[in-house]
């Protein structure tokens, strides 16, 4: 049975040169986490220490938010809390509202992209600039993003040397990345300088001492942060950590494992207002709290969103974020998507191959095959389940109870081996599709086989 899924890998599938290329630079920095990974010695031990520390802080977030909010209000900082994306939206336009902000500029954030702010501001009649590079980049395509840390990673540099023609005038056929990333810098810094207020999103949130902690490697953060009196940081409740020293195991894990680097180039930690200016934190829950409830799948919070899953995904390297239907895709996307709305997002299930390959290189063990399994297990149950796959399934499963029946099939199973090769890869099936012979060799092999001789 076709999925959404299935259908847009396809699509994506036909421009073969562009497959190859985003399989083959996704697996490059699947590489370099692996080279990384082992100039530690230690690594699986921190892997463990994350994998522990993630589930103690999920398991004690009324103390540890509690804390961060008592130490962050003591730094002059206001902390609010919104219970779904609604209230996200609403309060940081209250915010922004209240202090007549109309040119607003924001570091990337996944949580503003799962909560819809972008268009709620825009429609209340605020700008919204992304200061990210990626984000920019598709900002002005009106598209999302496709992957959680490389945001425009399936965009090559011809289209956007044509982008910027049109919005920044910058010399057509000019795509020479440096001259681009000049011209996209020099449009951004007026964004900058004109912004009334900038936001972060925050990797990390420490309970200790009531500060945000932001990893970024173009400085867009700091440098949105930098002009602007009115600062608004948010994060989803899970990314609460109790201190500074259970913070360093996140951040030695987490750029080796998306990016490949020891760290990202800027961390910066957002603990005070600057002088004269204002600092506003939201702690945003939007069904973290439910997922929390559930035993089978609680272990996704541990999610650090640093993208190795994506990375190594075999499937999502080559169907492209776009042909997931939940805004994040990949491994983690499906099971979040599943946990948000799992009649709306269940069709993305299927892009799993199962090879346990997610689950291999997660830096905090977030049992993401394991839990992609358990859903499967559940299609049937949300009467979702393909009624291909049914059938399939009650046929094996009669002649898995039936050994005589069994044993039959298997030594009749060797007729397969004596029939032609167009029998078997034929555009009839799936298998054998795009795996037809050259119709001269085919003739050739048909030859040779009526003679005997293979």
């Not at 398991?59 to 509690?66: A, N, P």
């Not at 209340?124 to 840390?149: C, T």
Request: aromatic share 8%; net charge positive.
């Amino acid at each position: 049975m076709s999925t959404k899924h299935s259908k847009a890998a396809g699509a994506f599938l036909k421009n073969r040169e562009m497959a190859a290329w985003h399989d083959e630079t996704l697996w490059m920095v699947r590489a370099k986490r692996d080279k990384m990974s082992k100039e530690v010695p230690e690594w699986e031990q921190l892997r463990d220490a994350a994998c522990a520390l993630k589930m103690y802080s999920n398991s004690h977030l009324d103390q540890l938010l509690q804390e961060f909010e008592k130490n962050a209000l003591a730094n002059g900082a206001y902390v609010y809390w919104a219970k779904d994306a609604d209230e996200y939206c609403k309060i940081i336009y209250n915010i922004l509202s209240g202090h007549q902000v109309k040119h607003f500029i924001k570091s990337k954030s996944m949580l503003a992209e799962e909560c819809g702010l972008n268009e709620y501001l825009e429609e209340k009649g605020i700008e919204v600039v992304e200061s990210d590079l990626g984000e920019r980049i598709l900002q002005l395509m009106h598209k999302r993003p496709s992957h959680i840390v490389m945001p425009a990673i399936h965009i090559k540099k011809e289209e956007i040397g044509e982008l910027f023609v049109r919005e920044m005038g910058t010399e057509p056929g000019n795509n020479d990345q440096t001259y681009l990333t000049h011209a996209a810098r020099k449009n951004l810094r007026q964004k900058f300088i004109h912004a009334e207020a900038a936001m972060t999103g925050a990797n990390f949130a420490v309970a200790s001492t009531g500060e945000c902690v932001v990893c970024t490697n173009e400085g867009n953060a700091d440098m949105g942060t930098s002009q602007p009196k009115l600062q608004i940081t948010a994060f989803g409740l899970e990314k609460i950590v109790p201190d500074r020293e259970a913070l360093g195991v996140f951040t030695r894990l987490l750029a080796r494992s998306g990016t490949g680097q020891p760290i990202t180039s800027y961390t910066s930690h957002y603990r005070k207002p600057r002088k004269g200016g204002e600092l506003h934190i939201i702690i945003v829950d939007n069904g973290r709290s439910q997922i929390l409830a559930d035993q089978e799948h609680v272990k996704t919070l541990n999610c650090l969103r640093c993208g190795a899953c994506m990375n190594t995904c075999p499937v999502y390297r080559r169907s492209g974020g776009y042909s997931y239907t939940y805004f994040i895709p990949g491994p983690i996307g499906i099971n979040l998507g599943m946990l948000k709305a799992p009649l709306h997002y269940y069709d993305n299930v299927s892009a799993c191959s199962l090879c346990y390959s997610c689950q291999n290189v997660c830096p905090a063990k977030v049992d993401l095959a394991d839990q992609i399994y358990r859903w499967r297990q559940r299609m049937d149950g949300l009467g979702v389940a393909s009624k291909e796959k049914k059938l399939m399934s009650g046929g094996m499963k009669f002649l898995m109870e039936r050994p005589a029946l069994f044993n039959f099939a298997l030594k009749n199973a060797s007729i397969a081996n004596s029939l032609p090769r167009w029998a078997l890869y034929n555009d009839m099936n799936d298998w054998g599709k795009e795996h037809e012979m050259p119709k001269f060799v085919k003739e050739s092999f048909n030859e040779m086989w009526k003679k005997g001789k293979v």
